[in-house]
């Protein structure tokens, strides 16, 4: 079955450091990725979507990177901020469902 | 993009009774997707619900536990029926930005049930 990891550790950095947060996965090969935010007590909010044939994305201070043959996705935030400490969810869409890592929580120190 | 109201927020519910949750769209999408979030762990699907037909569940998801209706293409409820404290989790649905999957997905805020 398809299985999706992140670093179950929380993340710690200090304010104006890059994040970075990885995403493996296994079998099945997707043809885009997707990153969430999702703040305590709150539903998940849509950050980014890559490609497979796309090796880079970037939306602001965040940057997405996919490499289909390490079967990986990193995650970065540069220049973060404490407004940026949340939990950070990787998903791939299989046959029109999403399938959710278990998130990395990231916490920037002023 | 879609906007979806959920409720309840959050409930306090005995053990062996049922709660019913709601999601309301203000559009019309196809399909509404309903998750489960155990304390600490990530989303998992519960099912699909599409208007006018049966909702598909995911392995280790039954109908008779968790019904879902979808009277139109706007409104959606979740019920989890016969209550456990296992059943403490927080509920989500969910609904395509648009369609394909390609601009990811859009959540309500969630329900956080608390069963005693």
């Known amino acids: 079955s398809q299985k999706i990891e992140q670093n179950s550790e929380a993340l710690n950095i200090q304010e104006g450091k890059t994040a970075t947060l990885t995403c493996n996965y296994t079998?099945?090969?997707?043809?885009?990725l997707q990153w969430y935010r999702q703040d305590p007590g709150r539903g998940p909010v849509f950050l980014l979507l890559i490609r497979e044939n796309e090796k880079e994305k970037r939306k602001e201070r965040l940057k997405v990177t996919f490499d289909t043959t390490l079967k990986q996705s990193l995650f970065h935030i540069t220049a973060s901020q404490p407004a940026d400490s949340a939990t950070y969810l990787c998903a791939l869409v299989r046959r029109g469902k999403l399938i959710f890592g278990q998130g990395t929580e990231l916490s920037v120190k002023p | 993009s879609a906007v979806i109201s959920q409720k309840p927020s959050r409930d306090i519910c005995q053990r062996g009774t049922s709660l019913t949750i709601q999601c309301q769209v203000d559009?019309?999408?196809?399909?509404m997707f309903w998750y489960r979030q155990q304390p600490g762990q990530s989303l998992t699907l519960i099912a699909t619900a599409n208007q006018g037909s049966e909702a598909t569940y995911e392995s280790g998801f039954v109908i008779d536990k968790f019904p879902i209706s979808r009277p139109n293409l706007t409104f959606s409820t979740l019920t989890v029926s016969n209550m456990s404290p296992e059943d403490s989790s927080i509920y989500l649905c969910?609904?395509?930005?648009?369609?394909?999957?390609?601009?990811?997905?859009?959540f309500g805020s969630g329900t956080r049930l608390t069963v005693v």
């Open positions: 079998n099945y090969s997707p043809a885009y």
């Open positions: 559009s019309q999408v196809t399909m």
């Open positions: 969910s609904v395509e930005l648009l369609g394909g999957g390609l601009w990811g997905y859009t």
